[in-house]
C-alpha cells in the first residue's frame, strides 16, 4: 500500500490516504490523480496523489471508507452493464443474418459512456 497526503479543496481537510498502486476498488484513478469522496464533508472530489508520504498527525482513510458512492457507481456502470447486455444478445440473435456485425455498436457505445462520464467527472471536478 501506498499513502499520500491530500487536501480537500472544498474544506480544507487533510488526510493520509491508503491506496494500492494499479487498483482502486472504491475510486476513479487516473496517473497520479483520484476521484473519491472527502471523509469530512462528504463531497466528490478529484486529489492529487503526488506528495506520497504518511503524517502520523493527520487521520489515514483508503478506498473503502471514502469511495466513490452509489449513485456515482449506478451511472458509471448501468449503462455500460445493459449495452453489453444488448450486445450480447444481438451477437447471439443475429448469427445466422447478414447483420451479424451490428452487435459490435452497442459494445462501442458502452466503452465510449464509460470514457464520457470518466470524462465528465473529470472536467466537473477539475484538478
Given amino acids: 500500500m501506498t499513502t499520500s497526503v491530500v487536501e480537500c479543496s472544498k474544506c480544507h481537510k487533510r488526510f493520509n490516504y491508503e491506496w494500492s498502486r494499479g487498483a482502486a476498488p472504491g ?16 463531497q ?11 503524517d502520523p498527525t493527520l487521520p489515514t482513510y483508503n478506498d473503502l471508507q471514502v469511495g466513490l458512492g452509489g449513485r456515482v457507481w449506478g451511472l458509471l456502470l448501468g449503462p455500460f ?7 450480447v444478445v444481438l451477437s447471439i440473435t443475429l448469427t445466422a443474418s447478414p447483420y451479424y456485425q451490428w452487435f459490435l455498436v452497442p459494445f462501442l457505445c458502452g466503452f465510449a459512456w464509460l ?9 466537473k471536478l477539475g484538478p
Wanted: proline share 2%.
Fill in 27 to 42: 475510486a476513479i484513478m487516473q496517473w497520479n490523480r483520484s476521484i473519491f469522496k472527502c471523509p469530512d464533508c462528504k
Fill in 81 to 87: 452493464v445493459g449495452l453489453m447486455a444488448v450486445g
Fill in 44 to 54: 466528490l472530489n478529484s486529489f492529487n496523489l503526488a506528495n506520497s508520504g504518511h
Fill in 115 to 123: 470514457a464520457a462520464y470518466i470524462w465528465y467527472l473529470n472536467k
